[in-house]
């Protein structure tokens, strides 16, 4: 399996970016599948995902109402749509997949259920 991530830049806060990641490899629906992001000195942070293509998605309360977490099972891509976006969403964003299939809704936000990591792309929100 293997994750490319694409899509992070500069922006303005209050502006928008989206994400994409391309899956290839492996049965794409069935994974459980996330958007993490990490800034300098602060643990990886779950934003988004879900455990299975068409299934309910969760967001970390820190983006909810302002990025959208999206799947298209035909392309194989995972997309995350920031909007109103703050400094503090300055990070590098990660895109995430669990290719067991086996990780159970209460451990979605957990980086060790993941063994599948994309490159990482860097979003920096100026104000």
């Known amino acids: 399996v293997q994750l490319q991530a694409s899509g992070g830049g500069l922006v303005q806060a209050g502006g928008s970016l989206r994400l994409s990641c391309s899956v290839s490899?492996?049965?794409?629906?069935?994974?459980?599948m996330a958007w993490f992001r990490q800034s300098p000195g602060k643990e990886r942070e779950y934003i988004a995902g879900?455990?299975?293509?068409?299934?309910?998605?969760y967001y970390a309360d820190s983006v909810k109402g302002r990025f959208t977490f999206s799947r298209d099972s035909a392309k194989n891509t995972v997309d995350l749509q920031m909007n109103s976006l703050l400094p503090e969403d300055t990070a590098v964003y990660y895109c995430?997949?669990?290719?067991?299939?086996?990780?159970?809704?209460?451990?979605?936000?957990?980086?060790?259920?993941?063994?599948?990591w994309g490159q990482g792309t860097l979003v920096t929100v100026s104000s």
């Open positions: 995430a997949a669990d290719s067991s299939g086996r990780t159970i809704l209460s451990e979605l936000r957990r980086p060790y259920r993941y063994d599948y």
């Open positions: 490899g492996g049965t794409f629906r069935r994974y459980p």
């Open positions: 879900n455990r299975y293509s068409g299934g309910p998605t």
